[in-house]
């Protein structure tokens, strides 16, 4: 009996063992985090001309001003009436900006957001407002949760449809520099890629049998994907939609979740997820290492945003943010 229970108890610690990450730590650990008092899970951020002046959006209608930089962030409350909102992007073009939200929300501001006014949405939108790029004075192009596209060129007033046909439901949403488009469907069960001339989306079947997560563009323009199970693939970077490397498993040996993927330079790239979780690879996705010293941080990471290769912030859940702070030889 006493043997059995010995050997129970080794067999657990090796089940236990197999489960730990073996991934390599960082060297340095560039990421500060800051506690904002909000319960919100934030989405995206954007500054204006000014590198110090940015906007933080998430949900509950949060709204966070910085004036420093991204080191300190001041709530700001909007009157939206007893809507219960959820901002889901913003964008800046020099002083003038745009944030989208749910369940059908459009700001616009002129002067870098000491004030904002509100665009009326045509009932017959297509989903509810999900992402804004600021293209230029009174210029920018929108996209719902459906995957219809829009663009204005007079601060809002008439918008243009540049897809004839929503994609659907979509899981996550992304748009290339040259104005590309990715979406994931709500199952992960497939992708949809659009490009400007298109007037319909392309659909094409996922890499492998586990559903996406989440899709974007690199540097380069190539495709990116990551999987449930912690997988990532990089794709073909001369248009070619359904050409992919290997599957790479960043930390093979767990299962969190990855939910978010991020170039700071066209060799550094930042991977997050789930419980804390942020990894980072220094040469394009060949070999990766784990940021322990964060790892304990009680968020899950949602989205990485590098607005310049120096300045960069990863947006978690219940008010925690990450601010990108290297030593200086390695800024």
Request: with cysteine; glycine share 12%; proline share 5%.
């Amino acid at each position: 009996m006493r043997k059995l229970k010995q050997i129970f108890i080794l067999i657990a610690f090796s089940l236990f063992c197999i489960s730990c990450s073996t991934v390599p730590s960082t060297s340095y650990n560039p990421w500060s985090v800051i506690q904002l008092e909000t319960e919100s899970t934030f989405a995206d951020l954007a500054f204006t001309d000014d590198p110090n002046h940015g906007w933080l959006v998430g949900s509950q209608a949060a709204l966070f001003e910085t004036t420093d930089g991204g080191k300190t962030w001041q709530e700001k409350k909007l009157d939206l009436g007893e809507e219960k909102a959820s901002f889901t992007a913003v964008s800046f073009n020099g002083q003038e900006g745009w944030i989208t939200g749910k369940p059908s929300i459009l700001l616009h501001t002129e002067d870098g957001g000491q004030s904002w006014s509100r665009i009326p949405l045509s009932e017959k939108l297509p989903g509810a407002p999900n992402g804004i790029v600021a293209l230029g004075s009174k210029t920018a192009e929108m996209v719902t949760d459906l995957g219809a596209i829009y663009k204005t060129s007079n601060g809002g007033r008439t918008w243009q449809a540049l897809v004839e046909g929503a994609v659907g439901v979509a899981r996550t949403i992304a748009r290339s520099a040259d104005g590309k488009y990715v979406a994931v469907s709500a199952r992960g069960n497939f992708y949809s890629t659009w490009e400007p001339g298109q007037t319909e989306w392309t659909p094409h079947n996922r890499t492998s049998s586990r559903r996406l997560q989440t899709m974007g563009y690199s540097k380069d323009g190539g495709l990116w994907l990551l999987a449930r199970g912690g997988q990532i693939q990089f794709g073909s970077t001369d248009g070619q939609d359904e050409e992919w490397g290997e599957v790479i498993y960043p930390e093979p040996s767990t299962s969190w979740g990855l939910l978010d993927l991020a170039y700071r330079t066209p060799e550094e790239i930042w991977v997050s997820g789930g419980s804390g979780n942020v990894l980072v690879s220094f040469d394009r996705g060949k070999t990766w290492q784990k940021d322990r010293e964060i790892e304990d941080t009680p968020s899950n990471f949602y989205k990485i945003v590098f607005v310049t290769p120096e300045k960069g912030f990863i947006l978690g859940q219940k008010g925690v943010l990450l601010r990108y702070e290297p030593p200086a030889e390695t800024a």
